[in-house]
């Protein structure tokens, strides 16, 4: 592929023929492409299953380097890979402009964000995951117990277009924190990010291997599952997910699943109405609704319905999508998702929703236009599938058990968001979700001491927080005898009397409890 050819960074040619790739090895290079002009950003090698085998030993024989660190010694290492993305932040959103379309600003949020958890994860990781005791319990009394969270060895971390610094750095700073090792691939319409983020690390922490790139299509991202990592940490498709678990199980190779959500807003009649229409505009609508945990569906109490449903329309209606400066949103980056967007327009107009604003022609060969639905049946696919695009469908309800009702009859389950004085925290429980955001939209994200992911067909498994640090960690369990037990219960030579203490030991200790009436 070069500078001249009409190729989309989908694969796809603007003739509508599809420029597959082909097996891995036969193509030796791709360009990643600038969604709003079609111009190329740069021009990245298709690595082949060998040079991802290569990368994966690399990374192994780093990870023991790592790994013997220990806290102490890897902390200043990631505050100087902080430190570096930091100071070149302005350079990091300029190629993350360049490869998403996202405004300069958007960008420098997700860094900014990304940075600040990497912070957290290296600032914490100590705490969370050293060794500890832990109580040995009354029956073996005479032991001593830790626990300790080690590293796993080399995670492969397969990330996506959307955020392409803050989502995969959600496990690549985590998996770091914890004493791995990692090799990335990320989605093919932001290798330059990928490949930028790992310089930066080479040159803060100067250990070869520590954080390995492979760039490339599917193929490559199925070459790292199948490499013998010994983590998974995806984020894309719940369909791509399905076939990386069906890879992995070959090897037994541990998954984290994060996918995308069709996350809904529920509105009491007590809320700020000002305030969640401003929060579900700008969820729905930002980074042209390409967000995991955006805001696809508004459930308004009836009570204050109207209102909201004005009051969106008002300032969806100013937000403008384009490329220039002045642009609050950009174009969509892969351009396969038009068409997904496109037709879950369609399909909810043909079923008797009505656009207050965009609607049929919001969508063009590059951008998709805000579109403001009503009337959408429950079951169109503007309420079922995720759109990713920048759309939102609002339904009016008598009550919050309707909305929650509603919310909740979704397989997937990533983020939520309530409005509501009086019963924030309650109704945000009963939603099922990862994450629930009350009077905010989109909070817990940049929450780093919060653990971040799905149920049902958004995935599992958890990037973030504590939580986040442990899941690239095997838990280490120790149980040393201090002195000789009264009770010996792991011996053959173990005779009636011991027995008989033993039931009349647990007994005492679990014998009671209260009786059901
Ligand atoms: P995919 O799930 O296809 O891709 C996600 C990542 O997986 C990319 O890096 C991709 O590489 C890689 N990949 C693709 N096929 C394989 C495979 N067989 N084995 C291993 N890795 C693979 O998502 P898309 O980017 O195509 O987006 C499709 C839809 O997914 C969107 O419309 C959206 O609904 C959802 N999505 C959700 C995201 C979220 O944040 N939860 C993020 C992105 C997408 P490559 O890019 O080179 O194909």
């Not at 117990?145 to 989502?167: H, Q, R, S």
């Not at 653990?451 to 442990?470: C, E, K, T, Y």
Request: one cysteine or more; aromatic letters at 6%.
């Amino acid at each position: 592929m070069t500078a001249t050819d009409t190729t989309t960074n989908d694969g796809t040619t603007n003739d509508g023929t599809t420029n597959d790739p082909g097996p891995i090895g036969e193509r030796d290079r791709f360009d990643s492409l600038d969604p709003a002009s079609g111009e190329v950003v740069g021009t990245h090698p298709v690595h082949s299953a060998a040079d991802v085998a290569a990368a994966v030993a690399r990374a192994r024989t780093a990870a023991t380097s790592w790994a013997a660190l220990d806290f102490d010694g890897r902390a200043p290492l990631l505050r100087a890979w902080k430190a570096l993305v930091t100071h070149r932040a302005d350079e990091l959103a300029d190629l993350v402009h360049a490869e998403t379309g996202k405004p300069h600003g958007d960008a420098m949020l997700e860094i900014v964000l990304a940075v600040d958890h990497l912070a957290w994860a290296g600032g914490h990781a100590e705490k969370v995951l050293r060794r500890r005791r832990v109580s040995p319990g009354l029956l073996m009394a005479n032991h001593a117990a830790t626990l300790e969270y080690l590293p796993l060895g080399v995670i492969g971390v397969i990330g996506p277009w959307n955020y392409p610094v803050f989502t995969p750095m959600g496990s690549i700073a985590y998996a770091l924190a914890a004493g791995n090792a990692v090799v990335f691939k990320p989605s093919e319409h932001t290798p330059g990010v990928g490949e930028w983020l790992a310089e930066a690390a080479a040159e803060a922490i100067g250990i070869p291997g520590l954080f390995e790139v492979v760039t490339g299509f599917g193929a490559t991202g199925g070459a790292l599952v199948t490499a013998r990592v010994d983590k998974i940490a995806f984020t894309g498709s719940t369909a791509t997910a399905k076939k990386i678990m069906a890879a992995a199980a070959d090897t037994l190779t541990p998954v984290l699943i994060e996918c995308g959500g069709k996350d809904a807003m529920v509105v009491d009649a007590d809320a700020d109405v000002a305030a969640a229409a401003d929060a579900a505009t700008w969820g729905a609508l930002s980074n042209a609704g390409q967000t995991c945990v955006g805001v696809e569906r508004a459930y308004v109490h009836t009570d204050v319905y109207d209102a909201f449903v004005e009051k969106v329309v008002a300032q969806a209606s100013e937000v403008d999508a384009g490329s220039g400066p002045d642009a609050d949103i950009g174009p969509i980056t892969m351009p396969g998702q038009l068409e997904v967007i496109r037709s879950h327009i369609a399909d909810a107009l043909a079923r008797g929703g009505r656009a207050l604003i965009g609607g049929a022609d919001a969508v063009d060969d590059r951008y998709a236009r805000p579109t403001v639905l009503v009337d959408v049946p429950e079951d169109a696919l503007a309420n079922t599938d995720e759109t990713f695009g920048p759309t939102l469908t609002i339904a009016r309800v008598r009550d919050m058990d309707e909305a929650v009702t509603k919310a909740n009859a979704s397989r997937y389950g990533l983020g939520a968001t309530v409005f509501s004085k009086a019963r924030g925290p309650e109704l945000a429980r009963r939603l099922r979700s990862g994450m629930t955001a009350v009077n905010s939209v989109i909070s817990f994200a940049g929450i780093p001491s919060l653990p971040f992911g799905g149920v049902g067909d958004s995935g599992f498994g958890r990037i973030h927080g504590a939580d986040g640090l442990r899941e690239f960690t095997r838990a280490k369990a120790v149980a040393r005898q201090r002195m000789p037990a009264p009770l010996n219960l792991t011996t053959f030579s173990r005779g009636p009397r011991t027995d008989r203490a033993v039931k009349a030991l647990v007994g005492i200790l679990h014998g009671r409890g209260p009786k059901r009436a």
